[in-house]
């Protein structure tokens, strides 16, 4: 019961809490005062209030898609585990949260041609590229771990009741690794995309969301605070099982560690945000060909494991 | 988890970073890669040291440190500085399929380490083997799909470290002098290495070893 409690807790506070913790640590790092740490929530209430403009080329599908995406993102935070104290449903199956990671970028993309506004196509294009050249790391680290469970149910891969020998630490650290990576890019953070600039043509995320407006943008951005968290959280959790290879804390304390994980993550983003620059459009297969590498060798791992 | 398959851990993560360091053309990132590369495997000689009982593996650790992590990345960048070249297009393969290569022959020597016969009374050093044939690997095929003299150092500096760690693991070391004037060597060879890369920027204007069959310019 308490287990519910406080993730119903976490799902509420943690997304633009997660946010807001960005924006203010890069502010910080940048010598700005920056906003205050609750901003997200007050916008998110604001836009609730004002009204929506819709362009007269959209159709139903406009508006059906910023709500279909926030019910995948709450569902995606449901079974995937990304943090140590989730309660476990019944349906926690890997591919289906591979399939549903893939349905919310494909309805992601749909809002953003249904406008129909150039800028909308270009972003939608760019967000298809991406999630081609991140898919496979995501997958093959997911899949890696899954391996070494010998089960696809997310709950059994992520408890922490087996025996953690050397395979394992490998294959827990390079997945966590590859999908740390990998989120980056899916999420549209910096060195793919910059989330704060205001220059349409250069931007991912941005420029896809360009003629959300009112409520729905307010829905968009609580989906997208929602993959967020639960990205960060879920590399963080394959960095615990990494880390639960050395040491064996407590429950109570393996729950303090994951909201950590989450804020050093937080952390290392704002960080790359600080000093990184962005990387040309036409370079950023290298930057994921590292996402690649470290789920190729989670991967390998894996199979070395199953063979000895 | 006990302290010495910590160690194997460590032997794989300096394997892995020396595949990461394939798959960058920068050739700071590159010497950093390798200089975090080198401390690990210095952390697994100091390891062994404690585990085995052998306190001159420690100084040969301490030594690695000093030269090898923080001598030959400091001078060879200062090098860089003076020839003005920072960055390796790279040849043969694109980079980042070099790095796809680089895991692919991390796997087959995974396999070459289990046909290896392990040390007599030996603890299973799988890891810590499959680590250093894949550095020797990691080595050549940086020389191989690079085009600059300063890459060609770190990638003959690469497989160095892994007949250094082959040796920690299969013979628990070489003796001290032995460690001793391999440090030397590479301390010379570097130095040689670095200045004769200086001459071919001074004569030829360039450090493309792949032009310099070139007889005139």
């Known amino acids: 019961m308490t287990d519910w409690l406080l993730f119903s807790i976490a799902l509420i506070v943690l997304p633009f809490l997660t946010v807001g913790t960005i924006r203010l640590l890069k502010a910080r790092l940048q010598n700005r005062l920056g906003p205050p740490l609750l901003q997200p929530f007050y916008n998110f209430f604001k836009l609730l209030g004002k009204e929506e403009v819709v362009s007269n080329d959209a159709s139903w599908l406009f508006r059906f898609c910023a709500v279909a995406n926030l019910c995948l993102a709450l569902f995606l935070a449901l079974i995937l585990p990304w943090l140590s104290f989730k309660p476990v449903f019944l349906i926690e199956d890997l591919f289906l949260a591979i399939y549903l990671l893939a349905l919310l970028r494909f309805f992601s993309i749909l809002q953003a041609l249904d406008a129909g506004s150039p800028f909308g196509g270009f972003g939608a294009s760019r967000e298809a590229t991406l999630s081609l050249l991140v898919e496979p790391a995501v997958v093959l680290s997911l899949a890696a771990v899954a391996v070494i469970a010998r089960s696809t149910d997310l709950g059994d891969m992520f408890s922490f009741a087996r025996p953690h020998t050397l395979h394992d630490l490998t294959v827990w650290s390079t997945a966590g690794a590859a999908l740390f990576l990998a989120s980056l890019a899916e999420l549209s953070r910096m060195p793919v995309d910059d989330p704060t600039t205001h220059l349409e043509l250069t931007m991912v995320h941005e420029a896809m969301v360009i003629e959300s407006s009112g409520p729905n943008l307010a829905l968009v951005e609580l989906a997208y605070a929602l993959r967020l968290v639960v990205m960060f959280g879920l590399a963080g959790q394959c960095f615990i099982h990494a880390l639960f290879c050395v040491i064996h804390p407590q429950t109570s304390t393996l729950a303090i560690i994951s909201l950590l994980v989450i804020f050093a993550m937080i952390l290392i983003t704002a960080l790359v945000e600080t000093v990184v620059v962005k990387l040309r459009w036409t370079r950023v297969p290298e930057y994921v060909a590292y996402a690649i590498t470290m789920a190729l060798l989670a991967a390998g791992g894996a199979i070395m494991g199953r063979m000895t | ?217």
């Open chain 2, 1 to 217: 988890m006990t302290l010495f398959s910590f160690s194997e851990a460590v032997a794989l993560l300096a394997a892995i970073l020396s595949v990461l360091m394939v798959g960058s053309g920068n050739l700071r990132t590159n010497l950093l890669a390798y200089a975090l590369s080198t401390a690990a495997i210095a952390l697994v000689a100091g390891l062994r040291a404690g585990i085995l009982g052998e306190s001159h593996l420690l100084l040969i650790a301490l030594a690695m440190v000093v030269i090898k992590a923080l001598w030959v990345p400091w001078f060879l960048s200062r090098i860089l500085d003076r020839i003005k070249v920072y960055f390796d297009p790279g040849t043969v393969l694109a980079i980042p399929i070099a790095m796809h290569t680089g895991i692919v022959l991390m796997g087959i020597s995974y396999l070459l380490a289990g046909r290896l016969p392990l040390p007599v009374d030996g603890d299973p050093v799988t890891g810590s083997t499959t680590a250093s044939i894949s550095l020797l690997f990691t080595g050549a095929l940086f020389m191989l799909t690079r085009k600059t003299a300063v890459s060609q150092v770190v990638g003959f500096l690469t497989m160095e470290n892994g007949i250094f760690l082959f040796a920690l693991t299969m013979a628990r070391g070489m003796p001290l002098i032995v460690e001793m004037g391999v440090l030397l060597d590479v301390l010379v060879a570097v130095m040689i290495a670095g200045l004769i890369t200086f001459k071919i920027q001074k004569s030829f204007e360039h450090i493309d070893v792949t032009r310099l069959t070139d007889l005139r310019e």
